[in-house]
């Protein structure tokens, strides 16, 4: 599924995060009706790994309740590239490093928004610096083993990269593709 | 996951489907940041089973270059309840009614939008009559069996109904839960 705008398409509102686009949509039979979708930041995040655990973050944020687990990301800066983005927010968010990168998955989730989420392997991951989370952030790291990783990703309801799932619960289900994975994550190339 | 929005929030732009809604969020240092999070009317989807089959869509869109298998449903009409947004959306998009419905799922797909898609089961569906496709659907209905239903739904990529698609992943691979879904759709309570 791809959510790119049609070229005809108008900016009608700029918000913080969202943009709405509308344009006029040649209808089936012939009549012309206004149609509306949303613009916002690409996201990356990362599948951390750190020696043979990978790093999972239990979130919270202001605005919500209850902590949630989840793995490093968030939106691309102005003007960012998606490798770019995923080195920054794991270094912001966790203080890791890696020189190692894998794009693992590229998924557009909803036809109505032009949006793209970029899941990175960085493997051999190797601490650098604390971590600076901004106001609006509260993370704790975690270094889990890779079964643990995928029960989590899997089977935790509240595990907020809902775009990894589908994949994820494909490799539960394959042990085959889900020992590629693995090596993918912790072997040599 | 919920996706309710805040109390203090204010509408700052509405469209023709989305509504873009702002507010001060305190954030964990006490510092206080303006928030942003969209309004869109809810879903309804239906399982709709005839017969033995499960009746699925192939649908074209004007906007959209290809066609792709889904479930009937659409967004709500202003004031709608969900079950009346369902029965509605059926019969309009493929003609047939149903005496018989369970609320199976319900899911808010994104943190950042007010959104609800229900769906829906409609069990022993009756053919009432033509289907009123609006002038920007072009839909052919079709009668599968529940395995073929299963196979569309967790392996086409482009099946149109992602909400759903998790649960029913899970239920491939669990031979006592899913012959408990097959029982719910076919066999009399």
Redo the contacts between chains.
Sequence with gaps: ?TSKM?QNAKR??K????E?W?WE?????G?V????K?KRPNTAQVIPVVGDKILIQIE?Q???KQSFPSIPGGRFDEGEEPLQAAKRELLEETGYVSSDWILWKEVD????IEWTVYTFIARNCIFEKEAETD????IETRLVRFEEFMKIATED??F?S?EI??DL??L??NPEKKEEFRKLLFEEK
Tied chains: 1, 2.
């Design positions: 599924m049609p009608v509102f918000g913080r995060i969202f709405v509308q949509q040649k209808m089936f039979d009549s009706e206004v149609f509306e949303l919270e202001p605005q919500r989730p909803l036809f109505k106001a609006g952030e509260k309801p509240s907020y809902p799932v589908p619960l494909r539960q289900f």
